[in-house]
Protein backbone atom coordinates (compact mmCIF):
# COMPACT_ATOMS: atom_id res chain seq x y z
CA UNK A 1 0.00 0.00 0.00
CA UNK A 2 1.52 3.33 -0.84
CA UNK A 3 2.10 5.78 2.09
CA UNK A 4 -0.05 8.92 2.64
CA UNK A 5 2.78 11.18 1.59
CA UNK A 6 2.89 9.33 -1.89
CA UNK A 7 -0.87 9.61 -2.09
CA UNK A 8 -0.98 12.90 -1.59
CA UNK A 9 1.96 13.58 -3.87
CA UNK A 10 0.74 11.65 -6.58
CA UNK A 11 -2.98 14.02 -6.29
CA UNK A 12 -1.79 17.23 -6.13
CA UNK A 13 -1.44 18.63 -9.79
CA UNK A 14 1.32 20.66 -11.15
CA UNK A 15 0.44 24.75 -10.80
CA UNK A 16 2.73 26.46 -13.32
CA UNK A 17 1.49 29.52 -12.66
CA UNK A 18 2.36 29.28 -8.65
CA UNK A 19 4.53 31.85 -7.21
CA UNK A 20 6.91 31.71 -4.35
CA UNK A 21 8.84 34.48 -1.91
CA UNK A 22 12.01 35.13 -0.90
CA UNK A 23 13.06 36.74 2.05
CA UNK A 24 16.94 38.47 2.50
CA UNK A 25 18.67 37.31 4.99
CA UNK A 26 21.24 40.18 4.67
CA UNK A 27 22.82 42.34 2.52
CA UNK A 28 26.25 43.26 0.80
CA UNK A 29 28.22 45.83 1.76
CA UNK A 30 30.49 46.10 -1.38
CA UNK A 31 33.77 48.58 -3.01
CA UNK A 32 31.01 48.94 -5.71
CA UNK A 33 28.90 51.94 -5.59
CA UNK A 34 27.70 51.46 -9.37
CA UNK A 35 26.87 48.72 -11.90
CA UNK A 36 29.48 50.01 -14.79
CA UNK A 37 33.17 48.43 -14.31
CA UNK A 38 31.86 45.79 -11.75
CA UNK A 39 34.26 42.47 -13.06
CA UNK A 40 31.97 40.63 -15.68
CA UNK A 41 32.44 37.24 -12.98
CA UNK A 42 33.62 36.63 -9.58
CA UNK A 43 37.30 36.00 -8.57
CA UNK A 44 38.69 38.30 -11.75
CA UNK A 45 39.18 40.69 -9.59
CA UNK A 46 40.75 39.24 -6.11
CA UNK A 47 41.31 43.50 -4.38
CA UNK A 48 37.80 43.39 -4.48
CA UNK A 49 36.07 43.54 -0.72
CA UNK A 50 33.33 43.41 0.96
CA UNK A 51 30.94 42.14 3.46
CA UNK A 52 27.85 40.57 4.41
CA UNK A 53 25.72 42.06 7.23
CA UNK A 54 22.83 39.53 8.38
CA UNK A 55 19.49 40.53 9.15
CA UNK A 56 17.94 38.57 12.29
CA UNK A 57 17.13 36.31 13.11
CA UNK A 58 20.39 34.79 10.76
CA UNK A 59 22.75 37.31 12.67
CA UNK A 60 23.18 34.53 15.56
CA UNK A 61 26.94 33.54 15.56
CA UNK A 62 25.13 29.92 15.61
CA UNK A 63 24.31 30.49 12.25
CA UNK A 64 28.03 30.42 10.89
CA UNK A 65 29.18 28.28 12.98
CA UNK A 66 31.63 26.12 11.10
CA UNK A 67 32.46 28.18 8.64
CA UNK A 68 36.01 28.68 9.84
CA UNK A 69 37.13 25.87 7.94
CA UNK A 70 35.76 27.14 5.20
CA UNK A 71 37.43 29.30 2.30
CA UNK A 72 35.08 30.22 -0.40
CA UNK A 73 31.67 30.13 -0.52
CA UNK A 74 28.40 30.68 -3.06
CA UNK A 75 26.13 33.33 -2.15
CA UNK A 76 22.35 33.46 -3.63
CA UNK A 77 21.22 37.18 -4.46
CA UNK A 78 19.12 39.19 -6.46
CA UNK A 79 19.65 41.65 -8.96
CA UNK A 80 18.12 44.08 -7.10
CA UNK A 81 18.76 46.99 -10.07
CA UNK A 82 17.46 44.74 -12.89
CA UNK A 83 13.85 43.26 -11.90
CA UNK A 84 11.58 42.15 -14.88
CA UNK A 85 9.01 44.20 -15.25
CA UNK A 86 5.15 42.96 -14.86
CA UNK A 87 4.99 40.52 -17.69
CA UNK A 88 8.43 41.10 -19.24
CA UNK A 89 9.72 38.08 -21.09
CA UNK A 90 13.32 38.05 -22.31
CA UNK A 91 14.27 34.79 -24.17
CA UNK A 92 17.45 36.27 -25.55
CA UNK A 93 19.68 38.46 -24.22
CA UNK A 94 22.99 40.12 -25.59
CA UNK A 95 25.71 39.09 -23.25
CA UNK A 96 28.68 41.40 -23.36
CA UNK A 97 31.26 38.35 -23.72
CA UNK A 98 30.05 38.17 -27.06
CA UNK A 99 30.15 42.32 -27.62
CA UNK A 100 26.87 43.30 -26.36
CA UNK A 101 25.53 43.46 -29.94
CA UNK A 102 25.29 39.94 -30.56
CA UNK A 103 21.90 37.97 -28.98
CA UNK A 104 21.84 34.07 -27.67
CA UNK A 105 19.65 32.60 -25.48
CA UNK A 106 19.15 33.81 -22.13
CA UNK A 107 19.91 30.28 -20.26
CA UNK A 108 22.87 30.18 -22.04
CA UNK A 109 24.42 33.66 -20.51
CA UNK A 110 25.07 34.94 -16.92
CA UNK A 111 23.46 38.21 -18.09
CA UNK A 112 21.24 39.87 -15.42
CA UNK A 113 18.21 40.41 -16.99
CA UNK A 114 17.10 36.96 -16.35
CA UNK A 115 13.60 35.23 -15.29
CA UNK A 116 13.87 35.62 -12.25
CA UNK A 117 16.40 38.34 -10.78
CA UNK A 118 18.62 35.67 -9.06
CA UNK A 119 22.50 35.31 -9.17
CA UNK A 120 24.97 33.31 -8.23
CA UNK A 121 28.88 34.06 -7.19
CA UNK A 122 31.05 32.51 -5.72
CA UNK A 123 33.73 34.51 -3.19
CA UNK A 124 36.65 33.65 -1.02
CA UNK A 125 35.50 34.26 2.96
CA UNK A 126 38.25 36.19 4.28
CA UNK A 127 36.98 36.08 7.71
CA UNK A 128 34.45 37.29 10.41
CA UNK A 129 34.30 40.44 12.18
CA UNK A 130 32.06 41.60 14.27
CA UNK A 131 29.57 38.81 13.08
CA UNK A 132 30.05 40.10 9.23
CA UNK A 133 31.64 37.83 6.55
CA UNK A 134 34.77 39.60 5.34
CA UNK A 135 35.13 38.37 1.42
CA UNK A 136 36.41 39.28 -1.60
CA UNK A 137 36.86 38.47 -5.55
CA UNK A 138 33.53 39.82 -5.56
CA UNK A 139 31.36 40.69 -8.43
CA UNK A 140 28.54 42.45 -6.30
CA UNK A 141 26.89 45.77 -6.25
CA UNK A 142 26.76 47.44 -3.22
CA UNK A 143 23.30 47.16 -1.21
CA UNK A 144 22.94 43.60 -3.10
CA UNK A 145 20.57 41.52 -1.28
CA UNK A 146 21.77 37.96 -0.01
CA UNK A 147 18.76 34.65 0.09
CA UNK A 148 20.95 31.98 0.33
CA UNK A 149 24.75 31.25 1.31
CA UNK A 150 26.00 27.45 1.07
CA UNK A 151 30.16 26.11 0.90
CA UNK A 152 31.84 25.51 -1.68
CA UNK A 153 33.04 22.43 -1.78
CA UNK A 154 35.84 21.75 -4.17
CA UNK A 155 35.45 18.32 -5.10
CA UNK A 156 31.79 19.21 -6.28
CA UNK A 157 31.84 21.84 -7.25
CA UNK A 158 35.22 22.33 -9.53
CA UNK A 159 34.87 20.59 -12.89
CA UNK A 160 38.48 20.73 -14.67
CA UNK A 161 37.01 19.50 -17.71
CA UNK A 162 33.98 21.70 -17.82
CA UNK A 163 33.33 22.77 -21.60
CA UNK A 164 31.71 26.32 -22.27
CA UNK A 165 32.67 27.33 -25.92
CA UNK A 166 31.15 30.76 -25.45
CA UNK A 167 34.12 31.79 -22.35
CA UNK A 168 36.35 29.36 -22.96
CA UNK A 169 39.23 31.77 -21.58
CA UNK A 170 39.49 34.90 -19.55
CA UNK A 171 39.24 37.90 -20.97
CA UNK A 172 42.52 39.50 -22.69
CA UNK A 173 43.61 42.30 -20.08
CA UNK A 174 44.32 45.75 -20.79
CA UNK A 175 47.25 47.48 -19.60
CA UNK A 176 46.44 50.40 -16.75
CA UNK A 177 48.96 53.10 -16.80
CA UNK A 178 49.07 56.25 -13.61
CA UNK A 179 49.37 59.72 -13.67
CA UNK A 180 52.70 60.40 -11.50
CA UNK A 181 50.38 62.54 -9.08
CA UNK A 182 47.53 60.24 -9.23
CA UNK A 183 49.80 57.49 -7.55
CA UNK A 184 50.09 59.91 -4.63
CA UNK A 185 46.50 60.44 -4.03
CA UNK A 186 46.39 56.39 -4.66
CA UNK A 187 48.48 55.68 -1.69
CA UNK A 188 46.54 58.61 0.62
CA UNK A 189 43.28 56.44 -0.08
CA UNK A 190 44.94 53.31 0.55
CA UNK A 191 46.55 54.21 3.95
CA UNK A 192 42.80 56.38 4.66
CA UNK A 193 40.43 53.71 4.07
CA UNK A 194 43.16 50.26 4.64
CA UNK A 195 41.87 49.03 1.51
CA UNK A 196 44.14 48.07 -2.06
CA UNK A 197 42.91 50.97 -4.02
CA UNK A 198 45.46 50.65 -6.61
CA UNK A 199 45.50 46.95 -7.13
CA UNK A 200 41.23 46.98 -7.36
CA UNK A 201 41.96 49.78 -9.78
CA UNK A 202 44.19 47.60 -11.96
CA UNK A 203 41.84 44.39 -12.07
CA UNK A 204 39.03 46.17 -12.80
CA UNK A 205 39.75 48.39 -15.80
CA UNK A 206 42.12 45.79 -17.10
CA UNK A 207 38.82 44.03 -17.68
CA UNK A 208 37.95 46.93 -20.10
CA UNK A 209 34.30 47.66 -18.63
CA UNK A 210 33.26 49.47 -21.97
CA UNK A 211 30.77 47.65 -24.15
CA UNK A 212 33.11 45.39 -26.43
CA UNK A 213 31.62 46.81 -29.71
CA UNK A 214 32.43 50.89 -28.51
CA UNK A 215 35.69 51.78 -29.62
CA UNK A 216 38.23 54.14 -27.78
CA UNK A 217 37.76 57.74 -27.50
CA UNK A 218 40.85 59.39 -26.62
CA UNK A 219 39.14 62.78 -26.14
CA UNK A 220 35.86 61.05 -23.78
CA UNK A 221 37.07 60.57 -20.24
CA UNK A 222 35.38 57.40 -18.39
CA UNK A 223 34.49 57.34 -14.69
CA UNK A 224 33.37 55.15 -11.71
CA UNK A 225 32.73 55.29 -8.09
CA UNK A 226 34.79 52.71 -5.76
CA UNK A 227 34.56 53.15 -2.02
CA UNK A 228 33.88 56.48 -1.52
CA UNK A 229 36.18 57.45 -4.11
CA UNK A 230 35.40 59.26 -8.25
CA UNK A 231 37.99 56.92 -10.63
CA UNK A 232 38.55 58.70 -14.15
CA UNK A 233 40.50 57.39 -16.64
CA UNK A 234 41.07 57.80 -21.05
CA UNK A 235 41.40 54.76 -23.32
CA UNK A 236 44.87 56.13 -25.21
CA UNK A 237 44.34 53.61 -27.33
CA UNK A 238 42.57 50.14 -27.75
CA UNK A 239 44.20 47.94 -24.37
CA UNK A 240 45.93 50.40 -23.01
CA UNK A 241 44.14 52.94 -20.16
CA UNK A 242 45.60 56.15 -18.10
CA UNK A 243 44.56 56.84 -15.05
CA UNK A 244 43.79 60.53 -14.66
CA UNK A 245 42.45 61.06 -11.17
CA UNK A 246 41.33 59.57 -7.96
CA UNK A 247 39.43 61.80 -5.93
CA UNK A 248 36.60 62.14 -2.61
CA UNK A 249 33.10 61.21 -4.55
Known amino acids: MASDSENNNSTQPHNSTQSYSLKPIGVVHSCFKEKF???????????????????????????????????????????????????????????PRLGGNKKIGVFATRATHRPNPLGLSVVKLDGVKNGRLQISGIDLLDGTPIVDIKPYVPYADALPHAINAIASD????????????????????EKRLE??????????LAQDPKPAYQKPD????????????????????????????????
Open 195 to 204: QPVKELIEQM
Open 218 to 249: PERIYGVKIWDLDVKWRYQKEGLLTIMSVSLA
Open 37 to 95: AIPRQPALAPAAKGEVEFYPPYNDPMAIEGLEDVSHLWLSFIFHQAMPKDDEVRLRVRP
Open 170 to 189: RPVLSLIEFEPDVLIAVAEH
